[in-house]
């Protein structure tokens, strides 16, 4: 671990995260998938957005662009088609990547961009002032909603599916190995990719909530998470308060880099 530490992440200390968040978690999920996999450090490009989770990018030692809020799929898109051979990571919250960024999450999907997104779901905005975020549970408070929100929550993996993301994924803090190996998998698919990573904030959102502190909450994701494979043989009144985690779909279509450069080989041949 020690050797992961000094490879991968830069000597940045303090941190800006608070104390028993799971960013942190999160974030070296990354790294050790980036490890297992054993992708080039200069050919592995981080791009974060703006919020608690987009800190994540100064803290790694590779390429990376903190971006402005809400941009980080145009500016990794951009990325990627520059240079397609790079591995290029999203990382994003819930709403960095979709309220401000939902717009171009939905494209980005829809396009079938070999991109990796691992979007940490921490159910608020963190670090502006714990207002609730487009994945805030309803009837759950922030300040921005003191008696609670009456605005339905996105499902992202579904938003994913239905925009055309070519494989979507959840995992959470807890269940760290296997987040692990479902950021391997995504970086390893060639297409667009959704990892959403269910991550606790004990501060701005489980102080508002009542959840307890940081290993209550992490608590709250062993007990209301199943696997794929375990929902197959559970009723559907057990599944009632309950998410799924594992793989949560995948598919085969075009890749839109690979199409562009099809589309700049007839243009050069004068072709229409």
Same mark, same amino acid.
């Given at each position: 671990?020690?050797?992961?530490?000094?490879?991968?992440?830069?000597?940045?200390?303090?941190?800006?995260?608070?104390?028993?968040?799971?960013?942190?978690?999160?974030?070296?999920?990354?790294?050790?998938?980036?490890?297992?996999?054993?992708?080039?450090?200069?050919?592995?490009?981080? *791009?974060?957005?703006?919020?608690?989770?987009?800190?994540?990018?100064?803290?790694?030692?590779?390429?990376?662009?903190?971006?402005?809020?809400?941009?980080?799929?145009?500016?990794?898109?951009?990325?990627?088609?520059?240079?397609?051979?790079?591995? *290029?990571?999203? *990382?994003?919250?819930?709403?960095?990547?979709?309220?401000?960024?939902?717009?171009?999450?939905?494209?980005?999907?829809?396009?079938?961009?070999?991109?990796?997104?691992? %979007?940490?779901?921490?159910?608020?905005?963190?670090?502006?002032?714990?207002?609730?975020?487009? %994945?805030?549970?309803?009837?759950?408070?922030?300040?921005?909603?003191?008696?609670?929100?009456?605005?339905?929550?996105?499902?992202?993996?579904?938003?994913?599916?239905?925009?055309?993301?070519?494989?979507?994924?959840?995992?959470?803090?807890?269940?760290?190995?296997?987040? *692990?190996?479902?950021?391997? !998998?995504?970086?390893?698919?060639?297409?667009?990719?959704?990892?959403?990573?269910?991550?606790?904030?004990?501060?701005?959102?489980?102080? !508002?909530?009542?959840?307890?502190?940081?290993?209550?909450?992490?608590?709250? !994701?062993?007990?209301?998470?199943?696997?794929?494979?375990?929902?197959?043989? %559970?009723?559907?009144?057990?599944?009632?308060?309950?998410?799924?985690?594992?793989?949560?779909?995948?598919?085969?279509?075009?890749?839109?880099?690979?199409?562009?450069?099809?589309?700049?080989?007839?243009?050069?041949?004068?072709?229409?």
């Amino acid at each position: 671990m020690e050797k992961i530490i000094e490879k991968y992440y830069r000597p940045r200390l303090p941190h800006i995260w608070c104390p028993g968040c799971g960013n942190g978690i999160v974030t070296g999920a990354i790294v050790k998938a980036i490890d297992k996999l054993g992708l080039d450090q200069n050919k592995t490009v981080i *791009v974060s957005g703006i919020g608690c989770s987009s800190r994540a990018s100064g803290y790694l030692n590779f390429d990376t662009v903190h971006s402005a809020h809400g941009r980080a799929l145009p500016v990794a898109t951009g990325i990627k088609l520059a240079e397609p051979d790079l591995n *290029v990571i999203v *990382v994003t919250g819930d709403g960095d990547g979709t309220a401000i960024g939902g717009n171009h999450f939905i494209h980005a999907a829809r396009r079938n961009i070999n991109l990796t997104v691992i %979007l940490y779901n921490n159910n608020i905005y963190g670090m502006t002032g714990g207002q609730y975020s487009p %994945l805030t549970p309803v009837n759950n408070k922030a300040t921005t909603a003191p008696y609670g929100t009456v605005e339905r929550t996105f499902d992202i993996a579904e938003l994913a599916k239905a925009a055309g993301a070519t494989f979507v994924a959840r995992g959470t803090a807890y269940h760290t190995q296997m987040l *692990v190996d479902l950021i391997a !998998q995504a970086i390893s698919h060639d297409g667009f990719a959704l990892v959403e990573a269910i991550t606790q904030c004990p501060i701005s959102y489980g102080r !508002q909530n009542k959840m307890g502190d940081a290993p209550k909450m992490m608590q709250w !994701q062993r007990d209301h998470a199943v696997t794929v494979e375990a929902a197959k043989k %559970l009723a559907p009144e057990q599944l009632a308060d309950k998410f799924l985690i594992g793989v949560l779909h995948k598919s085969e279509a075009p890749e839109y880099t690979k199409q562009y450069d099809l589309i700049l080989a007839k243009a050069q041949k004068g072709a229409r």
